[in-house]
């Protein structure tokens, strides 16, 4: 190690490295795209790497050679928050600026949290979707990804606790199933939502994998129309399921927009505009400027919501 | 000592040769299954939850019955989840890249690509001479290399492809989903094949005894390479059907299905070190598995519990099976000393 | 002695066929001519090369050099295929059948009899099957698997798939080593008419009241290579032993008198269902035993039991005084037994070990000290009896590099470094060169004049009334006779083993 | 030292040729290479990480090679690892101390391993059917155990997680590679140097002939089996410290060991194979790993090379077996040529 951290001021040249929770798979895709473009703009050298699968242990060996290659910006969404502190504390230890993005790492262990909205929002966001089509009423169940993603269960705690908080909200929560982010599996735990809950309402999917499945099952089957489905969804694949009205209405964010403020937020950590503190500001390029909350958390913007009527402009959300 | 007469063999003889097939334990608690789910649950057997059993089992039907064949010669392919992947992203890039491509033609491309990966293995099996777990084991990592090298964090979703593709899988005809009576059909002409053609009966030799098949004259290695072909077909066939079915095919499709595919013909009663079993049975077996996955959950049983289930069917099954098969040869060892 | 050559081209006809094994020879210089309508027998000692014969004209091994000839057209098979279509049709000497299928099929396998559409018909397979047995008069149920069938119901079913081909070439590898009398005599009869269709048989066997009765001609062969053609009208038993064996029996077994002590082992009453029943035998200090019979008479489960490899339902064994355990074969060594097994390469040697790993085997935990071996008190120990019974290879070559004979050395000698007080030896010869023979013949015999006990199983006659002090006849599965040595001859032997199951014994 | 070599040669050229020192030569290949092409490749940073992230598979690769040796083969390995790391991390939810939850975890470890090996040794059951059937149940059992938590070393006593991450002074070797060396030291004496090991090169090659030589084969095939499941639970106490208890640790790890073991010349027919000969076919893959990706290569061409390397491992000296054969037959026959026969060929 030892090799890293660059001259206070100018960071031109300086290395970054991305290490999302997998590679292949088009969420991941967008967001490394917005990064790179970032990159580019700042005359970063830049990096990506990352496992083929989600499991904590495959991904702590990417961080440590991106450490070891001295990169100066480590950008990274933990599969385990826990997990990857000691490989970040190494790279810190070198001197190198570490970010969270898309999933948060310990807080001690980083210098920013970059979010696509606040978890309160995120779950606030399907919520309102939910209650626009079902109303408040009826029985409902969630489909997340891993049982241990940190950011799914973030918001499904955060839904838990908006529904206990709220008066509209008199819904039953009947169940929460894991479809691992696997098409097969979340599929088939859609079915076997609908088997068990006759008298499901809706479904609230906050992973693109997931609603996008459960799309698929409700799509072939005699529950489309009947069982409403929300959650966070990429356009270009959600829109099928919007034109047949298997679906009314989802959200999701620029999932690019996310790297692309990492990116910039990287510099500004690197130079010494920032050190993560509240209150902290710096300049976004074309998403213009942001101010780091409490705990070094930066939230990129909020929630985009799809609807038949708004999908066609977002098409670039997609590849 | 009385001679009997073979040719007219009683009907209780042949009620107790049908209660000894290997298939039956696996189709009674199949069945079993399927009662008291009902019973408890009886929107298990509705006309919608019927369809999605059927159709749960379709792919995995299709990877074991091609597994059996390869497991009845005495060999094991491991890499059945990578071929499905492959050809299952091959499905969506030529339906999204070549427009109007008819559907016939993909079902066509998605075998011939499984047959020739599958022709790989059988190569290197047969003509190294290299045990088939370790082989598989190796093009297991190697066709995954090749289709996440490929795909990359490409995806193909099921808007991309024709709706009468995807309506395969969901269009019925005489309540069966289209895939599973093509998964059915293809049950059927390999049962035959097996149980019925002097070339089917070959692979039964060789995993009885490939030394006895090589002295008898024949064609071990050709025999195991078409099984590793067959095998690989149905994978590609499989990544075919799952294209149709699932929404996204991309580098990770079908991951790990390769244990299950094998659980599933040892469930089904085909023994792992060949020579006994049939693709029938495998069928039943990959039944069973998929089916108890849905029941667990229409009775909700606490999701956790599913695998572990899972695992304690397939150790029941093994553990039944070797209590008959010890007692057919005890059977078979006094019968003998009575002869004599 | 000249032979009136017949007229035709022999229908099979192999000239200074040679064939080896690595460093083992198998056959230098075979020859050997059959003709329709023929019944020819070849004898010749074990390891002559009479089934490396077989196998060449079955297409399984391909000749190193020599002419292969089927009806005059010179042929080279790569294939037992081959080999069959060419109407050449083989009865190995070790039965080769698929356990999981059924008898029918075993012996269709291949050429099922085909229905409609193409598919096999079952009902007729099994009616020709049927048909089959019922011509050789044996009751064996076409539909059942061939798993668990005995050795002699295994043979049957060879010899049926064999006759059902309707070959022009018939071989016969010893299939008669394990029939009773009434099931020869139905071999037989098959076999004389289909000579008499025009078939040319080989018949192979160690048995010459067979040979001479079955057969119009006997070739001899002696270490892979052809000696003599005779008619069988003008050729005495005399003269075939002399030719085959080419010296005189007294050298090949020298067993020396041995002073008898006292009884080292008692089997009192042991059974296994469907395997042995009722077995008791005794055996004594410097006593060889020769437990004798039909191959799957059951003498080799006998032995096996009594030193714990398989289990017995009923019974007891008593090894110097003291009860053995069943089913412990570690508490039978450290009594002081060893067992030479019959099969070498599956069951006497680790083939991928090295000499001296093979011969320190038995010994591993008495070398080990605190439970750590030393490779080099290994190397010693090995050393000592290798050298003693001349195992010519290196210490640290794999076994599998050894030739036959040695190989068996290497076994006697892991056993004889336990210094046991009772060997038991399962076909201590089969297979071995006559010179190496007659060494492991001498050395089991000074053994016994070292006070140590022998139960000898063996399949050759001559080895048995050679070597033994006493006889004990095994057949299916009892013991029907205990023979001493003055009372021990062929005819007495073969009686106690062979009695036809009706028999009143 | 006397200059024998003449006499000495071949007995010295014998062990250069064994199939362990060319993998040993491979692997000092591979450093050599890598090193040389990667500049920040030999530096103690490296020997921390990689050996770290090796210790899993180093440990577990032990077992596995004295099993894969007696003819068997444990599937379960890695579910194993999920169900004691699973262990550890509920009891820690529950509120126990870090020590207590370790020697639960090593007895549920223990009891895993041990119904592997009653169910192959005394049922008389093929390993391959029975570890797929307990690979799919000791992980849904860690499923039912830890669920949807991830309890990580965070919430364990500082001491053990420094412990886990402490090296030996400046080398970078992390201080629980004592432990693997340790341990790798106690399955090397037990394989080459005690009757027990010996006994289970015999009961590879053939049941039978350890039978008769006395190796108590199903006790034997038993205590393996639970020495496997004790290994996987140390492995699921060090992941628990390294990494996070989680319902998916260690997933799917059971194919890299297997390859691993392979790989480092351990027949799958059983046997035949060294632990030394495994230990350097999983440093040779971790090493070309790190390599590769400290040069950002990405994970599809590893597990292309992975997979490869494990086919020609096992291709390879087959072929060089044909072809000597083919060479020998080739000289036999110039000595005394086949007559030219070549008549129906096929029928
Ligand atoms: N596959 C083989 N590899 C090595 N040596 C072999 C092989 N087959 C046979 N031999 C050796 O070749 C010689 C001849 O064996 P063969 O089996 O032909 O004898 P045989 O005359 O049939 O004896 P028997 O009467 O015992 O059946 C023996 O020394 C035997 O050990
Ligand atoms: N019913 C059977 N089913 C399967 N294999 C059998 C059967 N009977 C015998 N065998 C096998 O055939 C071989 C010889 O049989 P067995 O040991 O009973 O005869 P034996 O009297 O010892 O004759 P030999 O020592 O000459 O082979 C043994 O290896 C045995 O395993
Ligand atoms: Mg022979
Ligand atoms: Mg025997």
């Known amino acids: 190690g030892g090799e890293a951290g660059g001259g206070e001021g100018s960071s031109e040249g300086a290395s970054i490295s991305f290490i999302p929770k997998n ?297 | 000592m009385t001679l009997v007469d073979h040719r007219t063999r009683s009907l209780r003889d042949r009620a107790i040769s049908l209660l000894r097939l290997r298939e039956v334990p696996v189709s009674v608690a199949l069945i079993a299954l399927v009662v008291v789910t009902a019973l408890l649950n009886p929107r298990f057997l509705t006309a919608q939850s019927t369809k999605d059993l059927l159709l749960n089992a379709t792919i995995v039907m299709i990877l074991a019955t091609g597994q059996a064949i390869v497991i009845i010669t005495r060999n094991v392919d491991l890499s059945v989840g990578s071929i499905l992947g492959i050809s299952g992203f091959m499905t969506g890039t030529l339906f999204a890249t070549v427009p109007g491509i008819p559907i016939p033609v993909v079902f066509i491309i998605g075998v011939l690509l499984g047959s020739a990966l599958g022709a790989l293995n059988g190569l290197l099996v047969t003509v190294a001479g290299v045990p088939a777990l370790v082989i598989t084991l190796g093009t297991l990592y190697i066709y995954r290399g090749i289709n996440n090298a490929w795909a990359g964090g490409r995806e193909y979703f099921s808007g991309d492809r024709p709706r009468a593709f995807g309506d395969l899988s969901v269009d019925t005809v005489l309540g069966f989903p289209i895939i599973t009576l093509i998964a059915l059909l293809v049950l059927l002409a390999l049962a035959v094949v097996l149980a019925g053609t002097r070339f089917g009966r070959d692979f039964y030799a060789i995993g009885s005894d490939p030394d006895a098949a090589k002295l008898f004259g024949i064609r071990v290695r050709s025999r195991v390479f078409s099984a590793f072909v067959i095998n690989g077909a149905l994978a590609g066939l499989g990544g075919v059907l799952y294209a149709s079915r699932f929404s996204s095919v991309g580098a990770t499709t079908g991951t790990g299905i390769e244990l299950d595919v094998v659980a599933a013909a040892v469930v089904g009663g085909v023994a792992i070190f060949g020579g006994s079993g049939t693709v029938v049975g495998a069928a039943i077996g990959a039944l069973l598995l998929t089916t108890i996955t849905s029941s667990l959950a229409a009775l909700r049983v606490d999701k956790f519990w599913q695998q572990a289930v899972v695992g304690m069917l397939i150790l029941a099954a093994i553990i039944i099976d070797r209590i008959a098969a010890l007692r057919t040869a005890r059977r078979l060892r006094v019968s003998e000393a009575r002869d004599a | 002695m000249s032979i009136t050559t017949p007229t035709a081209a022999p229908a099979l006809e192999l000239i200074d066929v040679a064939k080896s094994f690595g460093a083992v020879v198998a056959l230098s210089s075979a020859d050997l001519a059959l003709h329709s309508g023929s019944i020819h027998a070849l004898v010749g000692e074990n390891g002559a090369g009479k089934s490396t014969l077989v196998k060449i004209i079955a297409g399984l091994y391909r000749r190193d050099s020599g002419v292969y000839r089927l009806d005059g057209a010179e042929v080279d098979f790569s294939s037992t295929a081959q080999a069959k279509s060419a109407g050449v049709a083989v009865i190995y000497q070790e039965p080769t059948l698929f356990p999981d299928l059924t008898v029918a099929e075993n012996i269709f396998m291949g050429r099922q009899p085909r229905g409609r559409l193409g598919l096999i018909d079952r009902a007729a397979m099994r009616a020709a099957a049927s048909e089959l047995f019922a011509r050789l008069g044996v009751p064996i149920d076409p539909d059942r698997i061939a798993e668990g069938l005995s050795i002699a119901d295994q043979q049957i079913i060879e010899i049926a798939k064999a006759i059902s081909m309707d070959a022009r070439v018939l071989v016969m590898d010893e299939p008669t080593a394990a029939l009773s009398g009434v099931e020869v005599e139905r071999l037989f009869a098959v076999a004389r008419s289909l000579r008499d269709g025009g078939a040319a048989i080989l018949f192979i066997s160690h048995r010459f009241d067979e040979v001479f009765d079955l057969c119009d001609r006997i070739t001899v062969m002696r270490d892979g290579r052809y000696i003599q053609t005779h008619s069988t009208s003008e050729v005495t038993i005399d003269q075939i032993v002399k030719e085959m064996v080419g010296r005189s029996i007294e050298a090949l077994f020298p067993k020396v008198d041995a002073p008898i002590g006292d009884v080292v082992l008692s089997v009192e009453g042991l059974s296994r269902q469907g395997v042995f029943r009722d077995v008791s035998f005794e055996v004594r200090a410097g006593e060889i035993v020769g437990l004798s019979g039909l191959v799957g008479a059951g003498r080799t489960e006998i032995v096996r039991a009594v030193f714990g490899i398989d289990a017995y339902d009923t019974g007891a064994v008593e090894f110097l005084g003291r009860p053995l355990p069943a089913r412990n074969p570690m508490a039978a060594i450290r009594a002081g037994m060893g067992f030479v097994p019959e099969d070498r390469r599956k069951q006497g040697l680790v083939m991928d070990l090295s000499v001296a790993r093979n011969a320190s085997l038995t010994l591993r935990h008495r070398l080990a000290r605190f439970g750590i071996l030393s490779a080099a008190r290994e190397r010693t120990a090995a050393a000592d009896w290798t050298r003693t019974l001349q195992v010519k290879g290196a210490l640290e070559a794999e076994v599998s590099t050894l030739s036959g004979g040695n190989q068996q050395k290497v076994v006697l000698a892991k056993w004889l470094a336990t210094e046991p007080k009772l060997l038991i030896v399962d076909e201590p010869t089969r297979g071995i060169d006559v010179g190496t023979k007659a060494e492991v013949h001498r050395l089991l015999s000074e053994l016994a004049g070292r006070g140590i006990a022998i139960i000898m199983v063996s399949s050759e006659l001559p080895e048995v009334l050679g070597m033994s002090d006493r006889v004990i006849v095994v057949r299916e599965g009892a013991i029907t006779a205990q023979l001493d040595r003055a009372d021990a001859t062929p005819e007495t032997i073969m009686h106690a083993a062979t009695a036809s199951r009706e028999g009143a014994r | 030292m006397p200059e024998s070599t003449a006499a000495r040669r071949p007995a010295w050229v014998a062990r250069l040729l064994t199939r362990d020192a060319a993998l040993i030569a491979v692997l000092v290949l591979v450093l050599v290479l890598a090193s040389a092409a990667l500049p920040r490749f030999a530096s103690p940073v490296t020997v921390g990480y990689l050996l770290l992230n090796a210790v899993p598979v180093l440990l577990l690769a032990l077992p596995m090679t004295l099993i894969i040796i007696t003819g068997e083969i444990d599937l379960s390995v890695a579910s194993t690892v999920g169900i004691t790391t699973a262990t550890i991390g509920s009891l820690n939810l529950a509120g126990w101390e870090f020590l207590p939850a370790v020697l639960v975890a090593l007895l549920v470890g223990v009891i895993a391993g041990a119904v592997n090996g009653a169910l192959i040794a005394f049922v008389g059951l093929p390993s391959l059917a029975v570890t797929i059937g307990t690979l799919a149940l000791y992980r849904g059992l860690t499923l039912v155990l830890i669920g949807d938590n991830s309890v990580s070393s965070s919430q364990y006593p500082e001491g053990f997680t420094s412990l886990i991450n402490a090296k030996v002074g400046a080398t970078g070797i992390p201080i629980v590679m004592g432990f693997v060396i340790l341990a790798a030291a106690v399955f090397i004496i037990v394989l080459h140097a005690t009757p027990f090991g010996r006994g289970l090169y015999a009961l590879g090659f053939s049941k039978e002939a350890a039978t008769f030589v006395g190796v108590h084969v199903p006790w034997a095939k038993f205590w393996l089996f639970t020495a496997s499941g004790l290994v996987a639970a140390f492995v699921g106490v060090f992941w628990s410290t390294y990494y996070s208890a989680r319902s998916d640790s260690a997933n799917g790890l059971e194919l890299t060991v297997i390859a691993a073991v392979l790989l480092g010349g351990v027949s799958i027919f059983g046997g035949r194979g060294t632990v030394i000969g495994a230990l350097t076919g999983v440093l040779i893959i971790s090493n070309i790993n790190y390599a590769l990706r400290l040069q950002r290569v990405p994970d599809v061409v590893l597990i292309i090379i992975t997979g490869s390397l494990l086919i020609v491992s096992v291709v390879g000296p087959s072929v060089v077996d044909a072809a000597r054969r083919r060479i020998q037959r080739a000289r036999r026959h110039r000595t005394r040529p086949l007559a030219e026969a070549r008549g129906i060929d096929g029928a």
Do not use: H
């Open chain 1, 23 to 319: 590679l292949n798979n088009p969420y991941i895709t967008l967001e490394l795209s917005g990064a790179k473009e970032a990159a580019e703009e700042l005359g970063f050298t830049y990096a990506e790497a990352a496992p083929l699968d989600a499991g904590a242990d495959s991904q702590i060996p990417f961080i440590q050679t991106e450490v070891q290659n001295g990169t100066q910006i480590l950008a990274v969404s933990p599969n385990d928050p826990d997990a990857v502190c000691p490989a970040l504390e190494d790279a810190r230890a070198g001197g190198a600026k570490i970010i969270t993005f898309d999933s948060d790492s310990a807080v001690e262990c980083r210098d920013l949290f970059i979010n696509q909205t606040s978890v309160e929002g995120v779950a606030a966001g399907q919520l309102e979707q939910l209650f626009d089509q079902i109303g408040g009423t009826g029985e409902i169940a969630i489909l997340s990804a891993t049982a241990a993603a940190p950011n799914q269960n973030a918001w499904i705690e955060a839904m838990i606790q908006q529904i206990e908080e709220s008066d509209e909200y008199e819904w039953d929560l009947v169940a929460t199933v894991y479809g691992d982010d696997d098409d097969t599996k979340s599929f088939q735990e859609a079915q076997g939502l609908l088997q068990s809950y006759p008298d499901l309402a809706g479904i609230i999917s906050p992973t693109t994998v997931g609603i996008a499945a459960t799309a698929r099952y409700l799509s072939t089957s005699e529950y489309k129309g009947q069982v409403a489905l929300v959650g966070l969804g990429l356009p270009g694949q959600m829109k099928e399921y919007l034109d047949d009205g298997t679906v009314q209405a989802f959200a999701l964010w620029d999932p690019s927009e996310v790297g692309y403020l990492t990116a910039y937020a990287g510099k500004a950590l690197l130079e010494g505009t920032i050190t993560g503190a509240e209150g902290d500001t710096f300049d976004a390029g074309k998403l213009g400027s942001y101010t780091v909350g409490p705990d070094g958390l930066v939230i990129v913007g909020e929630l985009l919501k799809f609807t038949p009527e708004n999908i066609d402009e977002y098409d670039y959300i997609s590849f």
